[in-house]
């Protein structure tokens, strides 16, 4: 999620992950249709030179949240009414430092010592979690990381990167990979408990999670298998791994969305030689739809319609351009929400 990937928390029940449709009746009175979308807007800084700056759109209306220099916004949750982004600062002497902002004000979680991602963001009864990386050492290495409330902890020894974040019943769990044997491995860490390898096949192949949600019915993670060429779109439940995509084309699953009992996941086809893409929705295992000329990054589920961030090139096929998408549950008529020239999306919340 790159991705973001976002989050609600149910009351009393620690769930929280970035599929979650549950609130309370307060809040769904409160934030009913509004469209949540995080990225970077192209406008100028502080110092009247253009830059990407980390923004929050509202049904469309954008807020820029840091005018300093160059920042992303990557994730967005709303708990008890406050909507929580999560992102990046970059700093002159290349490093970043990890932001949260909190009904649009902003605070500093790390120092600036290091280049930090933030991924994805979780936020129950209080607490605050934003799954990223830390890059450190003298190879400065990436370091899956999970900050709470702004306190740094290391999923890995190892060269390692988190896409994802998911809160069910007090544990923790993440998403990425870490390397084995010098190969990315795709990972499901249970923070502060255990490790599951949700892939480690032929030699020549690794793999990523890309997004992850916990139920009472299991552990469900979005992903890739790949090597230099070709890739497959996967979807695993409790391990079991189920290829999305034709194993010779070159897929990628870039998040999942579960919906009572249907799963859905979004990716894309890539052509490698001419860089286009076909944006694919994947229900329970099945293609179900297609979105030509767009790459669909994000997926989120509510009031029986479906929403896609997506990004694309423009009607000239020479500049990129960001969309959400929009369709009804049952007829799957993707059309245009939003589009965000000149700007970039990582991320969209419908509630």
């Known amino acids: 999620m790159k991705k973001l990937l976002l989050v609600i928390a149910m009351t009393q029940l620690m769930v929280s992950c970035s599929d979650d449709t549950s609130e309370t009746k307060k809040e769904e009175e409160t934030n009913s249709g509004k469209y949540y979308v995080v990225g970077s807007k192209y406008d100028r800084n502080s110092e009247n030179n253009y830059s990407w700056l980390a923004a929050i759109w509202v049904d469309g209306v954008p807020t820029v949240l840091s005018n300093e220099g160059l920042s992303e916004a990557n994730a967005v949750a709303i708990y008890n009414n406050d909507i929580y982004v999560a992102g990046t600062q970059s700093l002159s002497n290349g490093n970043d430092v990890l932001k949260l902002w909190k009904n649009n004000a902003a605070e500093s979680l790390t120092d600036g010592k290091y280049r930090v ?70 990972i499901i860490w249970k ?36 090597n230099s060429t070709k890739s497959t779109a996967m979807l695993w439940k ?80 020479i500049n990129s351009e960001h969309k959400v998408f929009e369709s009804g549950l049952d007829n799957l008529n993707f059309t245009e929400k939003y589009k965000f020239t000149n700007d970039k999306i990582n991320a969209v919340l419908v509630k």
């Not at 490698?272 to 297609?290: A, D, H, Q, S």
């Not at 030509?292 to 896609?308: E, F, M, V």
């Open 238 to 317: 409790n391990t079991i791994g189920t290829a999305l995509s034709d194993v010779e084309n070159y897929s990628q699953a870039n998040a999942l969305f579960v919906n009572g009992s249907d799963v859905y996941v979004c990716g894309t086809d890539i052509n490698t030689r001419v860089y286009t893409f076909i944006g694919k929705v994947w229900k329970n295992g099945n293609l179900i739809k297609e979105i030509s000329g767009y790459n669909s990054l994000n997926i989120n589920i509510a009031d029986n319609k479906i929403y896609i961030a997506s990004f694309g090139l423009d009607g000239n096929d």
């Open 191 to 226: 923070i502060g408990k255990e490790e599951t390898i949700l892939y480690s096949g032929d030699d020549d192949f690794e793999s990523i999670a890309t997004d992850i949600y916990v139920d009472d019915k299991g552990v469900f993670a979005s992903g890739n298998i790949r």
């Open 117 to 186: 991602e933030a991924r994805d963001l979780a936020v129950s009864e209080g607490n605050v979690y934003i799954a990223g990386n830390e890059y450190k050492g003298s190879l400065n290495t990436s370091i899956a990381t999970v900050w709470k409330n702004g306190q740094a902890i290391h999923l890995s020894d190892e060269i390692s990167e988190v896409n994802a974040i998911c809160l069910y019943n007090n544990d923790v769990y993440a998403a990425g990979y870490k390397e084995i044997d010098g190969k990315k491995t795709a």
